[in-house]
C-alpha cells in the first residue's frame, strides 16, 4: 500500500479516531471539581514552585522566569506524554485492531490529537502571563507562536506511532523511554536558561538540539517579542521529516505483524 492510500485510509477513519480522542478528553476530567481547568492549574503550580527555587539560584525575576519555565513545561509535557504514550498505543487499543482494518497509526493520532487540545488549554495561562509580566512584547510576531500546534503534531505523530510498533514487540519500551526522556530533559533548556549552557560552553546542546529550536517558536515571540528565526523553523522540519521517514519505513514491514504481538 502506498503512502497516499494509507493516508487516505486515515482520513475515511476520521470519525472513529475523532470520537476515540473525544472520549479520551471526557474521560481525562470525569467527575473532577475542576475538570478542564486542572490542565491549567497543574502545570501553573508547579512553574510557581520551580520558580521560586530557580529564579533563586540563577539570580532572576521570579515574574520574568516564570513563563520561561511555564513554556517548556508545558511543552515538554506534550511531547514527553505522545511518545510514551505512543509506545503504549497499539497494546491499549487491541481490541480495536482486532475488530477493524483501520490503519494502525489512526490510533496514535488519538493521543497527539487529545495532547494538543490540553496543551491548548495551557497555552492560556503561559499567554495571561506575558501579557501581565511582558506587555510590550505583544506584536504580530505572537501570530508565529500559534505555528507550533502543527509543527509539534508534524514530529510528535510519527515519533509517536514508531515508537508504537516497536512497544508492541517490546513491551520494556515505554520504562527505557521514561530514561531518555529524562536524559534529554538535562541536556535541553527546558528550565535552564540558554545562558547556563552557553555559559558553560555547551553551546551545541543548544544550536544542535530540536527541543531548543521548537521551544524558540514559542519563547521567541512570546517572552521576547521576535520572531522564530529560519533555523529554528528548519530544524523542527527537518527533524519532523527524519522521523517521519522512519515511521514509515518501519510500518511497511511491521504493520501486518502488530496483530501477531498483541
Not at 480522542?21 to 491549567?40: N, P, T
Request: some cysteine.
Amino acid at each position: 500500500m502506498s503512502l497516499l492510500e494509507y493516508m487516505k485510509g486515515v482520513w475515511a477513519a476520521r470519525h472513529f479516531w475523532w470520537h476515540l480522542s473525544m472520549a479520551d478528553l471526557r474521560a481525562r476530567w470525569r467527575r473532577s471539581f475542576f475538570g478542564v481547568f486542572w490542565s491549567i492549574l497543574q502545570p501553573l503550580g508547579l512553574t510557581l514552585l520551580l520558580s521560586v527555587v530557580f529564579s533563586n539560584i540563577f539570580g532572576s525575576s521570579l515574574g520574568a522566569y516564570a513563563p520561561y519555565i511555564l513554556s517548556g513545561m508545558i511543552i515538554w509535557e506534550y511531547v514527553m506524554s505522545t511518545v510514551i504514550g505512543g509506545a503504549l498505543a497499539f497494546v491499549q487499543a487491541d481490541a480495536y485492531i482486532k475488530q477493524t482494518r483501520h490503519p494502525l497509526a489512526i490510533y496514535t493520532l488519538r493521543n497527539v490529537l487529545t495532547g494538543l487540545f490540553v496543551l491548548g488549554l495551557a497555552s492560556t495561562a503561559l499567554v495571561v502571563w506575558v501579557l501581565v509580566v511582558f506587555p510590550h512584547n505583544l506584536s504580530w510576531s505572537w501570530l508565529a507562536a500559534l505555528t507550533i500546534f502543527p509543527i509539534l503534531a508534524m514530529i510528535a505523530w510519527p515519533w509517536a506511532t514508531l515508537m508504537a510498533y516497536v512497544g508492541t514487540r517490546f513491551r520494556d519500551l515505554p520504562h527505557a523511554l521514561g530514561l531518555i526522556m529524562q536524559a534529554m530533559w538535562f541536556v535541553s533548556p527546558i528550565y535552564f536558561e540558554t545562558s547556563v549552557f552557553r555559559k558553560g560552553n555547551l553551546h551545541v546542546l543548544l544550536d544542535y538540539n530540536p527541543i531548543y529550536h521548537l521551544l524558540e517558536i514559542v519563547r521567541a515571540p512570546l517572552l521576547r517579542g521576535e520572531w522564530p528565526t529560519l533555523s529554528n523553523y528548519g530544524w523542527c522540519i527537518g527533524t519532523g521529516a527524519l522521523i517521519a521517514v522512519l515511521a514509515v519505513a518501519v510500518g511497511r514491514r511491521a504493520e501486518k505483524k502488530v496483530i501477531f504481538y498483541l
